[in-house]
């Protein structure tokens, strides 16, 4: 049945009192557990989006102006770096412990915690516009850096527990877009809200303000969560996540689940390229302002726009990624050609870094945002292709811890070699990690877990409806006579 008739079919019926429309697939006593599409799916991925945008906009809120805020705290660049880090640090020992709570706890309870500390630490930070209150503002940061640990594994878990076999992909690239926007945000909105006056007065005012309407916004979520977010759909939206459902909470272990991963070679290649791409987005997108300042100086909101291009232009990837994942199943193919074409862009980007021109600058970021953010969805679906039947949320935690870690070293080596011998060196630094992320990514064997379970329930269930028909043809043109033989 297609979706538009089962939606129409879905309303016909409302005063029987069905609340919620439907895609029921056919199915039958042979066909495996009944399945189905709700609408609602869609209303679930924006709302994440929204309170992952809403968080990751705070990541780079401080970095994209860090000279301003050296100046309004009296701090210099290294700790405000750590406004930034602090996100990747947090991640790395609270991932294992949430992905335990998401696996027994389920998503409408990660997904309240994850905007109770975003709120509560925008709150914070209201509090620290003094140029004595740090230690609050950090405080505040820390806060919200421990949302994100709720957040980033989230989107190939709820693009798993409730879009079809056909939009699971594109379902990942939504859920990614909310956490690419909010970045976009963050490099454009700071700099315009915040500019660089002398006057401390006037630029706690400014500080103050932006503060505020994110402690708003994250308010709002926060309440909009508790009263819309849904666990999961009632029936399942493929056969994948039937047979999911099926296994007794008795019978997962979380740490053997980590041991089956860690065992799962392909699986640990994609962590470390994974690792490496998106360490390398982190220490540009944490460096940029210092990067951009060094050659164009007083071009703080440039810095910002730039920013912006290249989060704008990786969103586009990602969307385009996760349709043409849907319709090809090319994982490996695609994976392997976005990495090859990030490492290209990334050399153009560091070639022309310092020619004078920031419309080039403008081109060129935008470039690699293409290819470098554009690869996030695509590392989140091939391990759960990869580690099927696994918890997408535990796949996902460990792609994610390896690129905070990532993040953080080349985030610090590459801040200490632009000090020391300039932006080109630096990214030449990050040029040589790509190039060793994409040869590991040609090693990685494409192992499609998930597809070929849904494959194979297909196949199933069209041998045994093959068998009914045949068997009830057999029966129609059963001879009335006796056979010759009885004769």
């Not at 705290?73 to 602090?86: E, G, H, K, L, P």
């Not at 975003?118 to 505040?140: D, E, H, Q, R």
């Not at 459902?245 to 065992?263: C, F, H, M, V």
């Not at 990495?339 to 470039?367: D, N």
Request: glycine content about 8%; hydrophobic content about 45%.
């Amino acid at each position: 049945m297609s979706e538009k008739a089962a939606l129409e079919d879905s309303d016909a019926n409302q005063n029987h009192g069905k609340l919620e429309a439907a895609v029921p697939e056919p199915a039958g006593h042979d066909r495996g557990q009944e399945t189905a599409l709700y609408r609602r799916r869609w209303l679930i991925v924006l709302l994440f989006s929204s309170y992952s945008l809403c968080n990751s906009f705070q990541w780079i809120q401080y970095g994209i102006i860090s000279n301003i805020f050296m100046k309004f705290y009296s701090v210099d660049a290294f700790t405000i770096n750590w406004m930034s880090m602090i996100y990747m640090l947090t991640y790395i020992p609270f991932i294992f412990p949430v992905t335990w709570l998401l696996d027994r706890k389920g998503l409408r309870i990660i997904a309240i915690v994850a905007t109770a500390l975003n709120c509560a630490g925008t709150w914070v930070k209201v509090a620290s516009v003094k140029p004595n209150l740090f230690f609050v503002s950090f405080l505040g940061q820390f806060c919200c850096s421990c949302a994100q640990v709720f957040i980033l594994g989230m989107p190939s878990k709820i693009a798993s527990v409730w879009f079809g076999s056909e939009e699971v992909s594109t379902a990942c690239s939504i859920g990614v877009f909310g956490n690419q926007l909010g970045i976009a945000i963050g490099f454009l909105v700071p700099p315009i809200l915040v500019p660089n006056v002398d006057d401390m007065d006037e630029l706690a005012h400014h500080i103050s303000i932006m503060f505020y309407i994110t402690a708003g916004v994250a308010t709002f979520l926060f309440v909009v969560v508790i009263f819309v977010f849904q666990e999961r759909p009632k029936l399942p939206p493929t056969q994948a996540q039937a047979t999911a459902r099926s296994i007794p909470p008795e019978q997962y272990s979380y740490t053997a689940s980590i041991r089956r991963l860690l065992r799962n070679k392909p699986f640990i290649l994609l962590v470390v390229s994974y690792g490496l791409n998106v360490g390398c987005f982190y220490a540009v997108g944490t460096l940029l302002n210092q990067m951009i300042i060094e050659h164009y100086p007083n071009e703080e909101v440039n810095a910002g726009r730039i920013g912006l291009t290249i989060v704008i232009a990786g969103m586009v990837g990602s969307l385009i990624c996760g349709v043409w994942l849907d319709r090809t199943k090319t994982y490996k193919q695609t994976t392997l050609a976005i990495y090859c074409m990030t490492l290209v862009g990334m050399i153009v980007y560091a070639a022309t870094l310092s020619l004078g021109h920031l419309w080039v600058v403008f081109i060129t970021a935008g470039s690699l945002g293409f290819f470098m953010t554009g690869y996030l969805p695509l590392g989140f679906e091939f391990a759960v292709e990869l580690t099927y039947p696994e918890s997408e949320g535990t796949s996902s935690g460990l792609l994610n811890c390896s690129a905070q870690v990532f993040g953080i070293i080349f985030t610090i080596a590459q801040g200490e070699i632009i000090e020391r011998y300039g932006t080109l060196a630096g990214n030449i630094f990050l040029c040589i990690f790509l190039l060793i992320g994409t040869v590991i990514t040609g090693l990685i064997k494409s192992d499609l877990r998930r597809q070929n379970a849904n494959l194979l329930a297909k196949r199933e269930a069209e041998r045994n409806t093959t068998g009914q028909d045949y068997g009830a043809t057999a029966l129609l043109s059963k001879p009335e006579t006796p056979p010759l033989s009885h004769l």
